[in-house]
């Protein structure tokens, strides 16, 4: 009786080990750039211009660039994260498979995925020293922004980290956005590759 105990026992914390693992290994591959990436066929010049930002991004020196998950995700809880990852996965992908890409409006898209899709737990998992105040900083114009951003907290007037850092984690976004969106022919075959062939 006491070998079958065991067993049972032994055999749960094995299975349970598996789970827990694999469950980590899914939620770390699902946040890296190839996977998000392919979910995200339509913007992936945008997933590019992250990947050549030189602060936020993959061509950070230091090698410190931040993935998909760590800006576009929460980090206030992890049942939090797993929800709004596998909702947005699902959205996305619905999105990917159902709509038209020609007909998005991905300059207004990009207001949308800032006020939406970029969140404060996000920043400060990284930057959370920046919003305590300290003496030695007190004089900063930029820390006395920074405690505004305390100050205003939980209030009607409340501030995300994206009302200032607009254009933070994409290098250029903007200027691929208007170039992809306003794209002009440089040669008459362009041209009817464009406005013919595309319409067919």
Request: hydrophobic residues 35%; positive net charge.
């Amino acid at each position: 009786m006491k070998n079958k105990i065991f067993t049972v026992i032994a055999l749960s914390v094995i299975a349970t080990l598996a789970v827990v693992f694999s469950g980590y290994k899914i939620v770390q591959v699902t946040g890296e750039f190839p996977f998000c990436g392919s979910w995200h066929e339509w913007d992936g010049a945008i997933a590019q211009t992250n990947l050549a930002d030189p602060i936020q991004g993959g061509s950070n020196p230091k090698g410190l660039g931040a993935k998909c998950t760590d800006c576009h995700l929460p980090h206030d809880s992890l049942v939090g994260y797993i929800f709004a990852k596998a909702k947005n996965g699902i959205a996305e992908g619905f999105t990917t498979l159902t709509g038209d890409p020609s007909k998005k409006d991905w300059i207004a898209n990009r207001e949308h995925a800032r006020k939406n899709y970029t969140f404060d737990s996000s920043c400060l998992k990284c930057h959370a020293d920046i919003i305590k105040g300290s003496e030695a900083n007190a004089t900063r114009e930029i820390s006395k922004m920074h405690a505004k951003y305390n100050e205003f907290k939980n209030t009607s007037e409340a501030m995300k980290c994206t009302d200032c850092h607009k254009y933070v984690g994409h290098k250029e976004l903007g200027k691929m956005l208007i170039e992809q969106k306003h794209k002009t022919a440089a040669s008459w075959d362009e041209w009817i590759k464009m406005n013919v062939e595309g319409k067919k």
